[in-house]
């Protein structure tokens, strides 16, 4: 069984500064899909990225960026030029690409790490 | 742009009562799924459906039932309520069931007591 394991379960960032997020994940599969959700406090979670397993670029959207390790199973999320907005629990998540119809499309979710924008 | 909306946003029940959540997204989606999230754990899938029609158990469908109304709205229900189904409970909803990019709605925070 797939899992995603997220070792921060907290951290900080003053605004305007980088900050990276951990996730690590357990497969055996060689074609998955890797995500990054947003859930700020009280809001809906929302999709910040997306990586496909066979891509060996990174993903990037605006400020956000993964740093993706096929060997080592790691997938990291950079956050640059933070800003007050970014405060949320982000969660990574893993999904594997099966044949139409023969699988659920389950996201496997990590515990999630709590990310505190700081002015 | 209403998304994906969730009612009710908060409900307490008596051990034994049953209720149903609804959910209803207005993006065209094909899929839907229900999920829930306990404090210190990600989310885990309760149930989904990959189009109109169709329903199918996820990780944690145990006491819970699902229906699938038409093709915007996919409820879920409690048909005997217990406190391990304290939770907050997600509906999400994507263009393809195996896209991974989910659209969510605000949660619906249910306590047993």
């Known amino acids: 069984a797939q899992t995603v394991t997220q070792s921060q379960p907290e951290m900080s960032v003053q605004e305007a500064e980088t900050v990276t997020l951990s996730c690590t994940y357990d497969t055996s599969e060689n074609n998955y899909y890797l995500f990054w959700y947003k859930q700020p406090p009280s809001r809906q979670m929302i999709l910040v990225i997306r990586?496909?397993?066979?891509?060996?670029q990174n993903a990037t959207e605006n400020r956000f960026s993964v740093n993706f390790q096929k060997a080592a199973k790691s997938f990291s999320l950079k956050i640059s030029d933070s800003q007050l907005g970014d405060t949320a629990m982000y969660f990574c998540a893993f999904m594997k690409l099966m044949n139409y119809g023969g699988s659920q499309g389950n996201l496997i979710f990590g515990k999630g790490t709590k990310l505190s924008v700081k002015p | 742009n209403a998304g994906v909306t969730q009612t009710p946003k908060f409900q307490v029940l008596k051990t034994g009562q049953s209720m149903t959540l609804q959910c209803a997204q207005d993006m065209n989606h094909n899929s839907m799924y229900w999920y829930r999230q306990d404090p210190g754990m990600g989310l885990r899938l309760i149930y989904y459906s990959a189009s109109e029609g169709t329903t199918d158990k996820g990780e944690v469908p145990n006491g819970y039932n699902v229906s699938r109304l038409n093709k915007r709205e996919f409820s879920l229900r409690l048909e005997s309520a217990a406190p391990s189904q304290t939770s907050v409970y997600f509906c999400?909803?994507?263009?393809?069931?195996?896209?991974?990019?989910?659209?969510f709605g605000e949660g619906s925070r249910l306590t047993v007591l």
């Open positions: 999400a909803s994507s263009e393809r069931w195996d896209s991974g990019e989910l659209f």
């Open positions: 990586q496909e397993a066979y891509k060996q």
